[in-house]
C-alpha cells in the first residue's frame, strides 16, 4: 500500500499542474489502497474479536 501511495505522488504533481489523466490515475491508486485498507481494517476486528 506504501509503495503504491508512493508511486502516485508522481501522478498527484502532473495532476497539479493539470494534466487530468494523472487525476484519474491518482483516484485509481487511491480506490486501491483504500480497498486494501478495509481488508486490513477487516482482518484486526476479526482477530479482536475472536481473543
Same mark, same amino acid.
Given at each position: 500500500?506504501?509503495?503504491?501511495?508512493?508511486?502516485?505522488?508522481?501522478?498527484?504533481?502532473?495532476?497539479?499542474?493539470?494534466?487530468?489523466?494523472?487525476?484519474?490515475? *491518482? $483516484? /485509481?491508486?487511491? %480506490? !486501491?489502497? =483504500?480497498?486494501?485498507?478495509?481488508? *486490513? $481494517? /477487516?482482518?484486526? %476486528? !476479526?482477530? =479482536?474479536?475472536?481473543?
Amino acid at each position: 500500500m506504501i509503495d503504491a501511495l508512493t508511486d502516485a505522488l508522481g501522478d498527484a504533481a502532473k495532476h497539479d499542474r493539470g494534466n487530468s489523466a494523472a487525476g484519474t490515475r *491518482v $483516484r /485509481k491508486a487511491m %480506490q !486501491s489502497c =483504500k480497498g486494501c485498507a478495509q481488508d *486490513v $481494517r /477487516k482482518q484486526v %476486528q !476479526s482477530d =479482536k474479536n475472536t481473543r
